[in-house]
């Protein structure tokens, strides 16, 4: 492993069969020139075919050949190495999927039950309360009623290469070698009538059914030394009835028809009796899949069924998992991880100091190891709310960047326009509520719903532990499952981090607040379920308990923490913020919704923390999990600058349009709300230059898409588990109507007068939101394709191919135009905004910058820059220093309220009478990177505006 590799700006990168690591070989030229210092690479390990994000993956122990082999990881490392970049790797250490046979572990897990080697490695409730379900795995797949299902002939035994399966569509599910009796007795009675009892052929299938009669029980504790004997003596078994099968056509034969026999024939119900034996007595229970929701037995990643979630907490599954990702760290093939979400493992701060230590010790170097047992880069992808802080203890140097999204974001908000903006929305969908209020209902709605059986399966620990003592015994199980669903919807972060042992006070507040909330909210119910629930949490044990009992409560408050966090995603980001947005761009993925924009105090002080405890956390403005990318976000912003403006337009649209809509039920489609958002999302993503006809289609298809999503996360009118096609398909030709490009549209007449200078100031808000990214304390991020102009959405909208050849294009005529003079360059860049060149000289500039100066963005301080005089609320400025080498940095804001027209640039003598009061010690000669303009900051420590701004509305002055 080489020594610990701090990035200095790093490249998010989607790996898939469209792009593999010989794609990424070719482009690192072009990423070291525009400045990157590390390619970040979403999962790299063995996923479904065809994922185009790499999340479901199946096998971790293997590449994903769909991207690469092991030669080609090395190469694109070598190549890496020579251009003085790393590659730091998401990890997935929640969940496998079990979509496909891939999954060699699970389908040995159906195969075996608790016999199984990996059976272990799965979070599967053997023992449920349902007794029917005992040493089962409920697998919720079928599309219909389970009976339904074998009457119409869909499950089907089938046989190959000696071994049995039962298939359903496209699904294959292994028979439990155990149970083979039940098919191969029938054959052998039915040979007994045509082969001799001494048939040699014969006689070994009586030997195999002797052998299949010997196996461990699968029903039973079994200790490892059984399991391990059943895992060897079935493949033998299968490889004698493989070769037994080729040997004798006879017995071949007599196989298949007692496959068909089991088949059954749908004229004769009874005829499916054998089939119906067989799948009872396997080690899985195939279900209608609207089954899941009350019964499922295992811990999915979210509501996910095909994703199941693992015991990482367990040493030797550690082991087993990382053993690859150890291999190529090893090899110095990856040079930093990201690990997926943190807070679905049952102890985050364990797995953690686990995982540095397994880094550590794939090292012979031993003189870079650092004290504080960080030897790795390893970042944590995890969401904290409002004021919570990452925990300072964890091994890690940040986060992967949702915090300083959020905080950056809120900057180009006009905070001051709060009210207005809220009652335009509240007027215009004739609702009056408020975001905490319907997240609370979205959380009730997902512990209601699609995650009621991990609430059931929680609450039925719960119970064990209410009849452990005199003062609890009376709770009834229906009591304590309202009264922990409560304490869960009233959770105000994703969980807490309590370790077995006295809750850290962080951890105590949180719970105190939620069992407050739970209370208050709930006055009927008695006040001692609660205060129950909030000892048991807290570790408050009543006297006289065992020790027995101590270990059962301390393990359902680890359950209990990594149940809060998927259900707060599910609740909070997939459901409330499809529900309510009065200005969408401040409602995404790590945003704090009852926030409305960032003071600029905050921003610095925010800056400052980071600077003094994780100085090389990323620092993201876009991720494959934003709701908007960046630069829709930006646009939108620019609403709340000019609310009168967007309720003129709002109405006039809304009166423009009304005659698209159908009633349903004596309801409007689409909805008034539903309307609203698809306003803000055309005025995010309208493109900035003309449609053709095809790119016409594109969008229109897009925006479709993007709404039925919407629609469906919102789970109001319809949703995935129900899909209500009539009023989707309302919705989708109301988008239609208003977006006709080929007659004369009254609406798209007045949006396109509307939405260009939304569109300016949309970009030039993102140009000082990527120069303010670019040099605050920690690393920047670089979501793929945003060097230029992205106006993408939600998944699957973002995972569009980038065009890298065009990117490289460009760079290179900027590289080739930057030896002109560069104060003429940006000029003509500025007025050309649309293309996006001007971003990618920003990116380009700034970041060769960085990578020049590294010392200085990872150690120099940070310092506010005071802002006075008549647009100083318009601009963001700080500067950094590092011993005798001093930057400035200043970046204009609210464009809107500062143009005349969409002509105007916001420069020069706009910038009037406005300055920035310097610190102390910044007296001097200064040049600027990006315009090469050059000023002087004398003994008043003022520099004027109107200079600094000269050419571009934000600049980066360096010392001479």
């Given at each position: 492993?080489?020594?610990?590799?701090?990035?200095?700006?790093?490249?998010?990168?989607?790996?898939?069969?469209?792009?593999?690591?010989?794609?990424?070989?070719?482009?690192?030229?072009?990423?070291?020139?525009?400045?990157?210092?590390?390619?970040?690479?979403?999962?790299?390990?063995?996923?479904?075919?065809?994922?185009?994000?790499?999340?479901?993956?199946?096998?971790?122990?293997?590449?994903?050949?769909?991207?690469?082999?092991?030669?080609?990881?090395?190469?694109?490392?070598?190549?890496?190495?020579?251009?003085?970049?790393?590659?730091?790797?998401?990890?997935?250490?929640?969940?496998?999927?079990?979509?496909?046979?891939?999954?060699?572990?699970?389908?040995?897990?159906?195969?075996?039950?608790?016999?199984?080697?990996?059976?272990?490695?799965?979070?599967?409730?053997?023992?449920?309360?349902?007794?029917?379900?005992?040493?089962?795995?409920?697998?919720?797949?079928?599309?219909?009623?389970?009976?339904?299902?074998?009457?119409?002939?869909?499950?089907?035994?089938?046989?190959?290469?000696?071994?049995?399966?039962?298939?359903?569509?496209?699904?294959?599910?292994?028979?439990?070698?155990?149970?083979?009796?039940?098919?191969?007795?029938?054959?052998?009675?039915?040979?007994?009538?045509?082969?001799?009892?001494?048939?040699?052929?014969?006689?070994?299938?009586?030997?195999?059914?002797?052998?299949?009669?010997?196996?461990?029980?699968?029903?039973?504790?079994?200790?490892?030394?059984?399991?391990?004997?059943?895992?060897?003596?079935?493949?033998?078994?299968?490889?004698?009835?493989?070769?037994?099968?080729?040997?004798?056509?006879?017995?071949?034969?007599?196989?298949?028809?007692?496959?068909?026999?089991?088949?059954?024939?749908?004229?004769?119900?009874?005829?499916?009796?054998?089939?119906?034996?067989?799948?009872?007595?396997?080690?899985?229970?195939?279900?209608?899949?609207?089954?899941?929701?009350?019964?499922?037995?295992?811990?999915?990643?979210?509501?996910?069924?095909?994703?199941?979630?693992?015991?990482?907490?367990?040493?030797?599954?550690?082991?087993?998992?990382?053993?690859?990702?150890?291999?190529?760290?090893?090899?110095?093939?990856?040079?930093?991880?990201?690990?997926?979400?943190?807070?679905?493992?049952?102890?985050?701060?364990?797995?953690?100091?686990?995982?540095?230590?397994?880094?550590?010790?794939?090292?012979?170097?031993?003189?870079?190891?650092?004290?504080?047992?960080?030897?790795?880069?390893?970042?944590?992808?995890?969401?904290?709310?409002?004021?919570?802080?990452?925990?300072?203890?964890?091994?890690?140097?940040?986060?992967?960047?949702?915090?300083?999204?959020?905080?950056?974001?809120?900057?180009?908000?006009?905070?001051?326009?709060?009210?207005?903006?809220?009652?335009?929305?509240?007027?215009?969908?004739?609702?009056?509520?408020?975001?905490?209020?319907?997240?609370?209902?979205?959380?009730?709605?997902?512990?209601?719903?699609?995650?009621?059986?991990?609430?059931?399966?929680?609450?039925?620990?719960?119970?064990?532990?209410?009849?452990?003592?005199?003062?609890?015994?009376?709770?009834?199980?229906?009591?304590?499952?309202?009264?922990?669903?409560?304490?869960?919807?009233?959770?105000?972060?994703?969980?807490?981090?309590?370790?077995?042992?006295?809750?850290?006070?962080?951890?105590?507040?949180?719970?105190?607040?939620?069992?407050?909330?739970?209370?208050?909210?709930?006055?009927?119910?008695?006040?001692?379920?609660?205060?129950?629930?909030?000892?048991?949490?807290?570790?408050?044990?009543?006297?006289?308990?065992?020790?027995?009992?101590?270990?059962?409560?301390?393990?359902?408050?680890?359950?209990?923490?990594?149940?809060?966090?998927?259900?707060?995603?599910?609740?909070?980001?997939?459901?409330?913020?499809?529900?309510?947005?009065?200005?969408?761009?401040?409602?995404?993925?790590?945003?704090?919704?009852?926030?409305?924009?960032?003071?600029?105090?905050?921003?610095?002080?925010?800056?400052?923390?980071?600077?003094?405890?994780?100085?090389?956390?990323?620092l993201a403005t876009s991720t494959h999990d934003s709701k908007r990318s960046e630069d829709v976000r930006c646009r939108i912003h620019a609403l709340s600058e000019n609310p009168e403006g967007w309720n003129q337009a709002l109405t006039g649209w809304n009166h423009l349009n009304r005659h698209y809509k159908i009633l349903l039920d004596n309801r409007e489609v689409p909805d008034r709300n539903e309307e609203y958002l698809l306003y803000q999302t055309l005025i995010g993503t309208w493109p900035v230059i003309p449609m053709d006809e095809l790119s016409q289609n594109d969008y229109l298809q897009r925006i479709k898409n993007y709404m039925v999503k919407a629609l469906r996360e919102a789970k109001l009118h319809t949703s995935w588990m129900n899909p209500n096609s009539v009023y989707e398909n309302g919705v989708l030709d109301f988008i239609g109507n208003i977006l006709d490009f080929k007659n004369n549209n009254q609406f798209l007449n007045a949006f396109e007068a509307f939405v260009p200078i939304l569109i300016k100031a949309?970009?030039?808000?993102?140009?000082?939101?990527?120069?303010?990214?670019?040099?605050?304390?920690?690393?920047?991020?670089?979501?793929?394709?945003?060097?230029?102009?992205?106006?993408?959405?939600?998944?699957?909208?973002?995972?569009?191919?980038?065009?890298?050849?065009?990117?490289?294009?460009?760079?290179?005529?900027?590289?080739?135009?930057?030896?002109?003079?560069?104060?003429?360059?940006?000029?003509?860049?500025?007025?050309?905004?649309?293309?996006?060149?001007?971003?990618?000289?920003?990116?380009?500039?700034?970041?060769?910058?960085?990578?020049?100066?590294?010392?200085?963005?990872?150690?120099?301080?940070?310092?506010?820059?005071?802002?006075?005089?008549?647009?100083?609320?318009?601009?963001?400025?700080?500067?950094?220093?590092?011993?005798?080498?001093?930057?400035?940095?200043?970046?204009?804001?609210?464009?809107?309220?500062?143009?005349?027209?969409?002509?105007?640039?916001?420069?020069?003598?706009?910038?009037?009478?406005?300055?920035?009061?310097?610190?102390?010690?910044?007296?001097?000669?200064?040049?600027?990177?990006?315009?090469?303009?050059?000023?002087?900051?004398?003994?008043?420590?003022?520099?004027?505006?109107?200079?600094?701004?000269?050419?571009?509305?934000?600049?980066?002055?360096?010392?001479?």
């Amino acid at each position: 492993m080489p020594a610990l590799r701090i990035p200095c700006a790093t490249y998010r990168l989607q790996f898939n069969h469209y792009f593999t690591f010989k794609n990424a070989l070719e482009l690192i030229p072009y990423f070291h020139e525009l400045g990157i210092s590390d390619l970040y690479a979403s999962p790299i390990m063995t996923a479904i075919p065809g994922s185009m994000h790499g999340y479901d993956v199946v096998d971790p122990c293997k590449l994903n050949p769909e991207i690469g082999t092991e030669e080609d990881l090395k190469a694109l490392s070598q190549a890496l190495m020579e251009h003085d970049m790393g590659l730091i790797v998401d990890i997935v250490p929640n969940h496998l999927s079990i979509a496909t046979l891939a999954n060699a572990w699970w389908q040995d897990v159906l195969e075996n039950g608790p016999a199984s080697l990996y059976a272990d490695f799965f979070d599967i409730n053997w023992n449920p309360l349902k007794a029917s379900l005992k040493d089962k795995v409920l697998l919720p797949i079928l599309a219909r009623q389970f009976g339904k299902v074998i009457d119409e002939q869909c499950l089907k035994l089938s046989y190959d290469a000696g071994a049995f399966f039962i298939e359903y569509q496209s699904k294959r599910f292994p028979v439990n070698p155990s149970t083979w009796p039940l098919i191969l007795e029938l054959t052998a009675e039915d040979l007994s009538q045509k082969l001799n009892g001494d048939d040699e052929h014969f006689l070994e299938l009586q030997s195999i059914l002797t052998a299949l009669h010997h196996l461990p029980n699968i029903t039973k504790a079994i200790d490892i030394d059984k399991c391990v004997e059943r895992s060897r003596e079935k493949e033998i078994i299968k490889k004698r009835l493989n070769a037994l099968t080729h040997q004798c056509p006879l017995i071949n034969d007599a196989i298949l028809q007692t496959v068909s026999r089991f088949n059954g024939h749908l004229d004769n119900p009874s005829s499916f009796d054998h089939l119906e034996k067989l799948l009872n007595a396997q080690s899985y229970r195939l279900c209608y899949w609207r089954v899941t929701n009350d019964e499922i037995n295992y811990r999915r990643f979210f509501d996910v069924n095909d994703l199941i979630s693992l015991h990482m907490e367990k040493p030797e599954i550690f082991h087993v998992m990382h053993a690859q990702t150890l291999s190529f760290l090893h090899n110095g093939w990856i040079t930093g991880l990201r690990v997926d979400h943190i807070d679905g493992l049952f102890d985050p701060e364990q797995y953690l100091h686990r995982l540095q230590a397994a880094c550590a010790m794939t090292s012979n170097q031993n003189e870079n190891q650092t004290v504080s047992g960080k030897d790795f880069y390893i970042l944590v992808e995890k969401i904290l709310v409002g004021k919570e802080k990452l925990r300072s203890e964890w091994p890690v140097y940040g986060t992967t960047g949702y915090d300083f999204l959020c905080m950056l974001n809120g900057l180009f908000i006009e905070l001051s326009q709060y009210t207005k903006i809220k009652e335009i929305y509240e007027q215009f969908i004739h609702r009056y509520t408020e975001m905490p209020e319907i997240i609370y209902g979205s959380k009730k709605l997902i512990l209601f719903a699609s995650m009621s059986s991990e609430l059931h399966n929680l609450t039925s620990k719960l119970e064990k532990i209410s009849e452990q003592h005199r003062w609890s015994k009376d709770f009834t199980l229906d009591e304590l499952r309202n009264a922990l669903r409560e304490v869960i919807a009233c959770f105000s972060v994703y969980r807490t981090y309590i370790r077995l042992d006295i809750p850290m006070e962080v951890d105590r507040q949180i719970i105190l607040l939620a069992i407050k909330w739970a209370k208050k909210l709930n006055p009927l119910t008695s006040p001692s379920l609660f205060e129950f629930i909030d000892d048991l949490l807290l570790l408050n044990h009543p006297p006289g308990i065992t020790d027995e009992s101590i270990l059962l409560r301390r393990e359902f408050v680890m359950r209990f923490q990594q149940l809060t966090a998927p259900v707060m995603a599910k609740g909070e980001e997939d459901t409330a913020f499809y529900r309510y947005y009065p200005l969408c761009s401040q409602i995404d993925v790590g945003m704090d919704p009852n926030n409305f924009g960032t003071e600029l105090k905050d921003f610095h002080k925010y800056n400052l923390e980071c600077l003094h405890t994780f100085p090389h956390t990323l620092l993201a403005t876009s991720t494959h999990d934003s709701k908007r990318s960046e630069d829709v976000r930006c646009r939108i912003h620019a609403l709340s600058e000019n609310p009168e403006g967007w309720n003129q337009a709002l109405t006039g649209w809304n009166h423009l349009n009304r005659h698209y809509k159908i009633l349903l039920d004596n309801r409007e489609v689409p909805d008034r709300n539903e309307e609203y958002l698809l306003y803000q999302t055309l005025i995010g993503t309208w493109p900035v230059i003309p449609m053709d006809e095809l790119s016409q289609n594109d969008y229109l298809q897009r925006i479709k898409n993007y709404m039925v999503k919407a629609l469906r996360e919102a789970k109001l009118h319809t949703s995935w588990m129900n899909p209500n096609s009539v009023y989707e398909n309302g919705v989708l030709d109301f988008i239609g109507n208003i977006l006709d490009f080929k007659n004369n549209n009254q609406f798209l007449n007045a949006f396109e007068a509307f939405v260009p200078i939304l569109i300016k100031a949309g970009m030039l808000n993102s140009l000082s939101q990527t120069l303010l990214k670019m040099t605050s304390p920690g690393v920047p991020d670089f979501y793929q394709g945003n060097e230029l102009w992205q106006f993408h959405l939600v998944d699957p909208d973002n995972r569009y191919p980038v065009d890298f050849q065009y990117r490289c294009r460009l760079l290179n005529e900027i590289k080739q135009r930057e030896e002109q003079d560069p104060g003429t360059l940006v000029m003509e860049l500025l007025e050309n905004i649309t293309d996006g060149l001007l971003k990618m000289y920003l990116i380009y500039k700034i970041l060769n910058f960085r990578k020049q100066n590294s010392s200085l963005f990872r150690e120099g301080d940070y310092q506010p820059v005071e802002v006075i005089g008549k647009t100083a609320n318009h601009v963001i400025a700080f500067c950094r220093q590092l011993g005798e080498k001093k930057i400035i940095i200043a970046a204009g804001r609210f464009y809107t309220e500062l143009m005349e027209d969409v002509e105007s640039l916001p420069i020069g003598g706009i910038w009037e009478e406005t300055f920035l009061r310097m610190p102390s010690g910044f007296e001097g000669e200064y040049r600027d990177v990006l315009t090469g303009l050059a000023l002087r900051i004398g003994q008043g420590r003022e520099l004027s505006l109107i200079e600094g701004f000269k050419k571009l509305p934000f600049f980066l002055f360096a010392n001479s």
